[in-house]
T-cell receptor, first 115, second 115 residues
Framework: KAGVTQTPRYLIKTRGQQVTLSCSPI?????VSWYQQTPGQGLQFLFE???????NKGNFPGRFSGRQFSNSRSEMNVSTLELGDSALYLC??????????????FGAGSRLTVL | AQSVAQPEDQVNVAEGNPLTVKCTYS??????LFWYVQYPNRGLQFLLK??????LVKGSYGFEAEFNKSQTSFHLKKPSALVSDSALYFC?????????????FGTGTRLLVSP
């Protein structure tokens, strides 16, 4: 079955702009999480959505937001981009939010460069 | 707070030799532990997990990990390394306090397998 699909794979923006990233989870998976990966900070949790509701949020400013649609697809948005937002943004899906034993399946990521 | 530590930035091993990538954890309660691998310009691929049960967990691509509660460790092992195993390896723990789907990652260990 198809994996987690993230679009776009690469994008370049300038400071002050905003960006929207998209994630289509594995069919049947209802939980979608987002992570930011940078050389300096490593992998950091952004937020998790389940049943169109944000269940958990990491320690990021309000410029980072997301949403989930009824078909479980998710988008994340970053407004007023800063140079430090340059990163690989990874989406992960899992069956449900209610089990700690779930395996998170990750997409290939969207690499954002802010100039 | 839940955390994992990967004490080695890089591990070098010759092809055919056994490999070990180290991980120690700090959690309150029972740990849910995971290993992921990342190849260049790719997302994270799941290797194995420890939830409960046998201390030796077998995973994908011939990898296994040994859970040691007294030493709070979860080291990744493989009996015979391949050049194709060269990649970035992440240990992670489920943050059961703030949300089942949140993973807290270590800083990663780069594995280089020489021919």
């Amino acid at each position: 079955k198809a994996g987690v699909t993230q679009t776009p794979r690469y994008l370049i923006k300038t400071r002050g702009q905003q960006v929207t990233l998209s994630c289509s989870p594995i069919s049947g998976h209802r939980s979608v999480s987002w992570y930011q990966q940078t050389p300096g900070q490593g992998l950091q949790f952004l937020f998790e959505y389940f049943s169109e509701t944000q269940r958990n949020k990491g320690n990021f400013p309000g410029r980072f937001s997301g949403r989930q649609f009824s078909n479980s697809r998710s988008e994340m948005n970053v407004s007023t981009l800063e140079l430090g937002d340059s990163a690989l943004y990874l989406c992960a899906s899992s069956l449900t939010t209610y089990s700690g034993a779930n395996v998170l399946t990750f997409g290939a990521g969207s690499r954002l460069t802010v100039l | 707070a839940q955390s994992v530590a990967q004490p080695e930035d890089q591990v070098n091993v010759a092809e055919g030799n056994p490999l070990t990538v180290k991980c120690t954890y700090s959690v309150s309660g029972n740990p849910y532990l995971f290993w992921y691998v990342q190849y260049p310009n790719r997302g994270l691929q799941f290797l194995l997990k420890y939830i409960t049960g046998d201390n030796l967990v077998k995973g994908s691509y011939g990898f296994e990990a040994e859970f040691n509660k007294s030493q709070t460790s979860f080291h990744l092992k493989k009996p015979s390394a391949l050049v194709s195993d060269s990649a970035l390896y992440f240990c992670a723990v489920r943050d059961m306090n703030t949300g089942f789907q949140k993973l807290v990652f270590g800083t990663g260990t780069r594995l280089l397998v020489s021919p």
